[in-house]
């Protein structure tokens, strides 16, 4: 008797795909940081500012060079603050006494408005040229040797003309003036002048020196109305 075996047809198993994820930044480098552009341009504009800063300052050290120094000794400089150092130490008192002064008597020109124009000034300097012409001098010679510039002579000026209209408008001498000065300086009369000459000459000396003692007062009155405030001492 035949025995009839059976087959057993295999089973089919449907297989599931298996699913990678991939990161889209799988494919980047781990721990790259791409520079950014603008910081890369701030950087150049940054050392370009500062080149550019150390050329000026070694330019602005060759052409302003006198400004620092005032000369260089074998190699070694001395510096144009020790020179002004020691004038200052010279002089220091007088010179700001001066400057002190000349604000005064400008601020009360100004306050009682008193003008000096060029053509006061010009005035002026034409008698400085002619009395200098007059000994043989030219005025380019003698601010030379003042060590003046025609600048600085314009400052005395303005100075003195603003005096001259604020206490020398009313100057006056007297007979008996001019008498007592001819009789107590008659030796000195310069040979070849006449009496009327000498008695010229007497009243302009009289005046000058009347000018000298109400200008003197009057600086006084204006120190002694001012609020000055000094801060240094010498």
């Known amino acids: 008797m035949a025995v009839k075996t059976k087959t057993k047809t295999p ?18 480098p781990i721990h790259t940081h791409p520079l950014d552009s603008s910081v890369i341009l701030k950087h150049k504009k940054l050392a370009g500012g500062i080149g550019i800063a150390i050329v000026a300052i070694v330019l602005l050290a060759v052409l302003f060079k006198s400004v620092f120094i005032a000369a260089i000794v074998n190699g070694e400089p ?15 008192k007088t010179i700001l006494d001066n ?16 003008s000096i124009t ?12 002619a009395n200098l012409q007059a000994q ?15 600048a600085d002579l ?38 070849g ?5 000498f008695r010229e000459q007497a009243i302009q000396q009289l005046k000058q020196q009347k000018l000298q003692t109400k200008t003197q007062e009057f600086i006084k009155s204006l120190q ?11």
């Open 224 to 234: 002694n109305k001012a609020k000055i405030f000094r801060f240094v001492s010498y």
């Open 11 to 28: 089973r089919k198993t449907s297989k599931k795909p298996v699913s990678v994820s991939v990161s889209k930044t799988s494919s980047l």
């Open 136 to 150: 043989g001098s030219t005025l380019d010679q003698a601010l030379a040797s003042q060590g003046m510039t025609s």
């Open 78 to 92: 001395i510096s144009r603050l020790s020179v002004v150092t020691a004038l200052e130490e010279q002089g220091g």
């Open 154 to 191: 314009n400052d005395q000026l303005k100075v003195q003309i603003a005096l001259d209209k604020m206490v020398g408008t009313d100057i006056a001498v007297t007979e008996k003036e001019i008498d007592d000065f001819v009789a107590a300086n008659k030796s000195q009369m310069t040979p």
């Open 118 to 129: 060029q053509n006061d000034i010009d005035s002026e300097t034409k008698k400085i040229t």
């Open 99 to 114: 400057l002190i002064t000349k604000k005064l008597i400008l601020q009360e020109a100004k306050k009682r408005n008193v």
């Open 193 to 197: 002048i006449t009496e009327a000459q």
